[in-house]
């Protein structure tokens, strides 16, 4: 079956540490893969897109990398703040198939402690 | 607009009254999706509509949702006869082009609550 997997439920550093969070997926072949930050009560908001030959993006304190024979991505935030603390989403685009949009995983929730 | 703006943002309706949710995309967005979030569960897709046109409808969850979207613009998803599972937050979101290397633009989402 088609699943997408996002390693934990909950993550919790402490400020300044870097957060790792993982993203797997089986049994598709994502022509992108984006990620999401949400906070409560709002809707998600796009933070970074990685295409599926593209190894690594980066944009300010966030990277991700994408391997597409692990089927996997990891979404980095360095120098983590308590702001940061949110839902973090990977989802998948499906381009070579019809009829879907984006594929979302359940999302990590991410608390950055003072 | 500068976002995507749904209305109501919240709504509390009887089981087995119909309601409407209401999406208005940002402008030019031609691209527009429905997706429905229930307490600590994943965004479910529902359905996604290029211009007026909607090509797949399977994500639907049954006969008692439908969506329309006119104009290019202003969407509207309407479940029939409401049923207590269908209580959950509906997100809508639009991009420029339907599966470009563009990132979607959601709104806060209406909170359904089905008593």
């Known amino acids: 079956s088609q699943k997408i997997e996002q390693n934990s439920e909950a993550l919790n550093i402490q400020e300044g540490k870097t957060a790792t969070l993982t993203c797997n997926y089986t049994?598709?072949?994502?022509?992108?893969l984006q990620w999401y930050r949400q906070d409560p009560g709002r809707g998600p908001v796009f933070l970074l897109l990685?295409?599926?030959?593209?190894k690594e993006k980066r944009k300010e304190r966030l990277k991700v990398t994408f391997d597409t024979t692990l089927k996997q991505s990891l979404f980095h935030i360095t120098a983590s703040q308590p702001a940061d603390s949110a839902t973090y989403l990977c989802?998948?685009?499906?381009?070579?198939?019809?009829?879907?949009?984006?594929?979302f995983g359940k999302g990590t929730t991410l608390s950055v402690s003072s | 607009g500068a976002g995507v703006s749904q209305s109501p943002s919240n709504k509390v309706t009887e089981k087995g009254k119909d309601v409407e949710l209401r999406c208005d995309p940002i402008?030019?967005?031609?691209?527009l999706y429905w997706y429905r979030q229930s307490l600590g569960q994943g965004l479910e897709f529902l359905i996604y509509?290029?211009?007026?046109?909607?090509?797949?409808k399977s994500g639907l969850p049954s006969d008692r949702f439908s969506a329309e979207r006119t104009g290019g613009s202003v969407s509207t998803l309407t479940i029939q006869r409401t049923q207590q599972e269908d209580s959950a937050v509906y997100l809508c979101?639009?991009?420029?082009?339907?599966?470009?290397?563009?990132?979607?633009?959601f709104g806060s989402g209406t909170r359904l609550t089905v008593v």
């Open positions: 979101a639009s991009s420029f082009r339907l599966r470009a290397n563009y990132g979607y633009t």
């Open positions: 049994n598709y072949s994502p022509a992108y």
């Open positions: 990685i295409r599926e030959n593209e």
């Open positions: 989802a998948l685009d499906l381009l070579n198939q019809a009829g879907t949009a984006l594929i």
């Open positions: 402008s030019g967005h031609t691209a």
């Open positions: 509509f290029q211009g007026n046109s909607a090509p797949d």
